[in-house]
Structure formats: structure tokens, C-alpha cells
């Protein structure tokens, strides 16, 4: 006979290469569940643009359980606890989420269930490798990614094949919230125009990789720095709801023939793991410079520059596309990402934390731990961080990566006419061709916020003033 299980939804809202739902689905009648926690620390809480996302992702994993998936709103541990003693449970089945918060909720729930007689089951569902696993000779953990990544993670035991989506025997119930009720969707609903890019299901997951399988990969290395170019995978905000899994991702692609394309894509997912090896050993990334040298740095305040920044009203073409694409979409491309955040920290020398929490709020991938360590590594303050005199010229990366002025005209539209020549420059346009196509720099597109020549200049010497320190 068939004993009562739960499994425990949370950041892997997906059937396909779910850990807990397959060992869980061997041996036991499932309740699926899923929380929406209200007992987050308010740095760990979502944005507008996740919450949307999770919506959808909740609403389509429903479907998937045939109509089965138990909603809840309230502290996860006490609502599993009255779950389990509610519907006579007797194992709880969950995927790890490294999260630090997480990792300190869960051992108490373990401790709690254990001394109800329910036993706990979990399992890695989201990193190829367990950051527990992976250190130097010297048993410290690694600081720069390319020997974590070479060395520590490639000389580890090769990720574990994906599972089968499993046949799955539901225990019966008539009690859960409506979704509407858990109060996901902001009043504004800016958001609703994701719906053109975004097909948010785990069914829309497997279509994304298998169109990129299929062409984005074959010039992944050199494309995936063009905006307009259909080299990305725009996999990042499903691996970050676990509508697929890096397992799933990792051996779709070794089936492909090996080359540079293929090996370079690899490397990016393990980005994503050194991402979340730096969040567990550095628990406070999201607030604390990993460099401590960078706590004294002369960040400005200046409202105006950032809310510019935020709206895509700087007078810098390619940083407000960027900026604009994040609004609309939910979305930027990842070397404007570097584009306008290098602007931000360095052109503007507004502090990195605050342009960290607009992208938590804006985008549908905004993971703690890829967010806040790219912040980090823009920023220079992080582990195997970017050197303080790398600084973007936006002008120069647009004319480079984005020459026809495709993505940059799409976002910015008033800039439609303008000759290719000024795209990223406008402020250099002669009048009489300004005049000609009708645009009023100061009037229908903004002059630029800073110089950038002189904000550069003044970001060195900020920079420079920190080498010596430790």
C-alpha cells in the first residue's frame, strides 16, 4: 500500500528532471506543493517581473498536475507541518535551494518533521556540481572561475542524466487557495506586455533550447555578444523558476558535435554554478562588497542620474535601448547588460546595490546569486571581479555590436533616422542633419546625463585610489 508524500515545489516548477517528484512518485501517493512564503528577508523577496512569472509559471505547472497543485500563502515550515498532519504524510520530498535563508529554514524543518515521525528527502535539483564538493588543494574555496570551473567542477563526477517525467499517483484533495489569492500580480500592470515575448511553461523551456540547439548555438561564441543576433538562449529566467534543468540543458547540448560554440556555451552554465558557489560562502553578496577594500569607495547620490538611468533617458543610445528593453521585456541582452552597468558604477559612480535591486525588481531571471555577483563583477569589488579600469565605451560597443543599429533603433525609436554614423553619438550630429530629420537633441532625445570622457577620467582616479589597500 502506498504511503502519503509530499513534494515540496520551490525553485524547480517543472515534471521533466525533477529529483524529488521522480524518487518521491517510486513508492507514494503525491501531494504537490507549492508555498508562497511570507516569511522572506526583505533583501530575498522578488520583483514585479518574477512575481508575474511565477504566476504564470504556478498556473502552467497546475495543468501540468491535473489541476492537483496545492497552493499555500504563509510560513513554509509551519504550513508544511499542518499539511503533513493534516492529509496523514509521512515523507516530505524536496530539491535544495542554496539560497542562505533557505539553507537555515530547511535543517530546521528537517529537525521538526523528524520529530513528528516524517522523513525528509532531498535532493540536488538545480547545479550541475554541489558546491560542498568543490574546493582547492588547500580545502579553501575558489575565488576566480576559471580554475573552479577547469579544474574544481570538469574533474568532478559528470552531471547525473536527466529523469523521465514519471507516471504520478495524486492523494486526493479539495482544499487549497486559488492562485489569484496568493496576490502575485502588481496593480501596475506594466507586465502584461511580456506576454509577446514570454511563453512561461516548462513545455516553452524545452521549445527555447531546442530553437537554440537547432540555430543559436552555431555561432554562440561570436554571436551571443551581438543584441540583434539570435545567438542566446533566453534560457536563464527558466532555469531560475526550474521550468528546466541545467542537468536537462547540460546533456541536450553534448549531444552536439564538440567545438568552440559548444564549449563556450558549457562554460556559461558553469557561470551560473560560480554564481551560486560564491552566494554560499558569501552569504551576504547581495549587500556586502566581496572585496572589503571596496567598502570606503566614494559612491555619489544622485537621484536624477538614476532615475534617468532607470528610464532610459540618459542621452547614451545603446544604454537607454538596454534599459528600455529591460522595461518592456523583462529582459536585456548580456553584453548590454555589461554596458549599462558599467555606465551606472563607473560613468555615473552611482553604487552598484542600487542597480542590482532595479534589475531584481524589472527582471524575469533575476537570481540572487547571478545578479548580485555580475553587480559585483561590474562593479570590481567582486571574486574574479572585472579590473576598476575596465570601463565600457558605450559609444564604441554600440558602433561594435550593434553596427546596423538594429537593436538600438528598435528600443530607441525617435533615433530612428538618424545616420548610423552619429547612432551612438548623437550629441555629434551636425544641425543641418538633425534639422533635416526632424530631431531636437534636448527636446525628442535627451543630452547625454555626463561627459563621458570626464566621468571616465573621474571613475579611474575614484578607482585608483583603492589599489593600494587591503
Known amino acids: 500500500m502506498k504511503t502519503n508524500s509530499i513534494v515540496w515545489f520551490r525553485q524547480d516548477l517543472r515534471l521533466m528532471d525533477n529529483p524529488s517528484l521522480h524518487y518521491a512518485s517510486l513508492s507514494s501517493n503525491i501531494l504537490p506543493v507549492y508555498i508562497y512564503d ?30 492537483n ?8 515550515n509551519n504550513e508544511l507541518i499542518t499539511l503533513c498532519k493534516k492529509f496523514n504524510i509521512s515523507d516530505v520530498y524536496f530539491n535544495k535551494c ?9 535543517k530546521k524543518l528537517c529537525d521538526i518533521l523528524n520529530n513528528i515521525n516524517v522523513n525528509t528527502h532531498i535532493y540536488n535539483g538545480s547545479l550541475l556540481w554541489n558546491p560542498y564538493n568543490i574546493h582547492k588543494d588547500d580545502g579553501t574555496p575558489y575565488k576566480v572561475f576559471t580554475p573552479f570551473y577547469r579544474k574544481g567542477c570538469l574533474n568532478q563526477k559528470p552531471p547525473r542524466k536527466p529523469f523521465n517525467i514519471p507516471k504520478i499517483s495524486y492523494v486526493k484533495n479539495t482544499s487549497t487557495v486559488n492562485l489569484d489569492e496568493l496576490n502575485l500580480l502588481p ?17 516553452g523551456a524545452l521549445d527555447k533550447l531546442n530553437s537554440f540547439l537547432k540555430n543559436g548555438i552555431l555561432d554562440y561564441k561570436n554571436g551571443r ?8 538562449s533566453y534560457l536563464s529566467p527558466y532555469l531560475h523558476f526550474g521550468q528546466i534543468s541545467s542537468h536537462k540543458i547540460w546533456h541536450e547540448v553534448n549531444k552536439l558535435p564538440e567545438d568552440g560554440n559548444v564549449i563556450h556555451f558549457k562554460s556559461e552554465l558553469g557561470w551560473r554554478e560560480f554564481s551560486y558557489y560564491l552566494l554560499f560562502y558569501n552569504p551576504d553578496i547581495k549587500e556586502n562588497n566581496i572585496q572589503s577594500k571596496f567598502d ?22 545603446i544604454v537607454d535601448a ?21 555606465f551606472l558604477v563607473k560613468n555615473l559612480l552611482l553604487d552598484w546595490r542600487l542597480g542590482e535591486e532595479w534589475f531584481n525588481e524589472c527582471l524575469v531571471d533575476a537570481d540572487n546569486a547571478s545578479n548580485s555577483a555580475s553587480w ?17 565605451n558605450p559609444v564604441t560597443q554600440g558602433t561594435k555590436f550593434d553596427e546596423n543599429g538594429d537593436y538600438t533603433k528598435k528600443f530607441v525609436p525617435e533615433l530612428k533616422n538618424l545616420p548610423n554614423k552619429y547612432l551612438f553619438s548623437p550629441w555629434e550630429c551636425p544641425d543641418d542633419i538633425l534639422n533635416k530629420i526632424e530631431i531636437k537633441l534636448g527636446i525628442d532625445y535627451p543630452y547625454p546625463i555626463v561627459n563621458l570622457k570626464e566621468s571616465r577620467d573621474k571613475a579611474l582616479n575614484a578607482f585608483a585610489s583603492l589599489k593600494n589597500e587591503n
Open 187 to 203: 496593480k501596475n500592470k506594466w507586465y502584461e506586455k511580456f506576454d509577446q515575448y514570454w511563453d512561461v511553461s516548462e513545455k
Open 322 to 342: 538596454g534599459m528600455r528593453q529591460l522595461w518592456n521585456t523583462g529582459y536585456i541582452h548580456n553584453r548590454v547588460r555589461m554596458i549599462v552597468g558599467s
Open 69 to 76: 497543485l496545492h497552493l499555500v500563502k504563509g510560513e513554509s
Open 98 to 106: 542554496y539560497e542562505p535563508w533557505r539553507l537555515e529554514k530547511d
Open 225 to 232: 555578444n551581438f543584441p540583434s543576433k539570435k545567438n542566446v
Open 38 to 67: 511570507n516569511d522572506i528577508p526583505k533583501k530575498y523577496k522578488i520583483g514585479s517581473a518574477q512575481k508575474w512569472w511565477l504566476y504564470k509559471s504556478l498556473e502552467n505547472l497546475n495543468i501540468s498536475l491535473n489541476q
Open 296 to 317: 570606503n569607495f566614494p559612491w555619489e547620490k544622485n537621484d536624477s542620474h538614476f532615475e534617468k538611468w532607470k528610464t532610459g533617458r540618459t542621452g547614451i543610445p
Open 376 to 392: 559585483q563583477w561590474i562593479a570590481g569589488c567582486g571574486a574574479d571581479a572585472a579590473p576598476y579600469f575596465r570601463i565600457f
